[in-house]
């Protein structure tokens, strides 16, 4: 079982963080290591035996700081148990149905060997950083769309893979 696990992030107004916590509280509770950062932070990934990387949607886009982390430690996180969640849509369609990714992360789950990659429900808020962010919230088209459950089912999920040893899932 590998005993460190790295969950990064790529956000603007926080709810993909506070999924990446929850998938780490997850993994924790289940006996693994795991650390939590944002995706701009991370420095070196050689530590850690398997990762889970995330990223906000934004205009059919992973978050920046999501991109970059990938395009940055490519080479050593192709070499490890990779996984990858995007959070975006507001509405239930994401507890609905699965959402496949978007064409980048598409591509660099196929360059990277990802395990495997979820879409949950987004958040935003009043208060929410960014001109088209503000004017979503304004318009009545915002709120927490996120499926607590499902994320803490997908991550025991991670876990289950971890405990087994397995190199697929």
């Not at 849509?89 to 992360?105: N, R």
């Not at 919230?137 to 994320?151: A, E, N, T, Y």
Request: hydrophobic fraction near 40%; include cysteine.
């Amino acid at each position: 079982m590998p005993t460190k696990v790295l969950v990064v992030h790529g956000t603007t107004n926080g709810s993909t963080a506070r999924i990446a916590e929850t998938i780490a509280e997850v993994l924790r509770k289940g006996g693994v290591s795991t650390e939590v950062l944002p995706a701009h932070s991370v420095t070196d990934v050689e530590s850690y035996d398997a990762v889970v990387v995330g990223g906000g949607l934004y205009a059919g886009r992973w978050h920046k700081d999501a991109r970059r982390f990938v395009r940055r430690h490519g080479r050593v996180l192709a070499g490890r148990p990779l996984w990858f969640f995007s959070s975006g849509p507001l509405d239930a369609s994401a507890t609905e149905k699965d959402i496949p990714p978007v064409p980048g992360v598409r591509r660099a789950m196929t360059r990277l060997g990802v395990r495997a990659h979820v879409t949950f429900g987004g958040c935003l808020e009043e208060g929410a950083k960014g001109f088209v962010a503000r004017k979503i919230v304004s318009s009545g088209k915002g709120g927490d769309f996120r499926d607590f459950g499902q994320i803490e089912a997908w991550a025991t999920d991670i876990g289950t893979v971890l405990a087994s040893g397995a190199r697929s899932g």
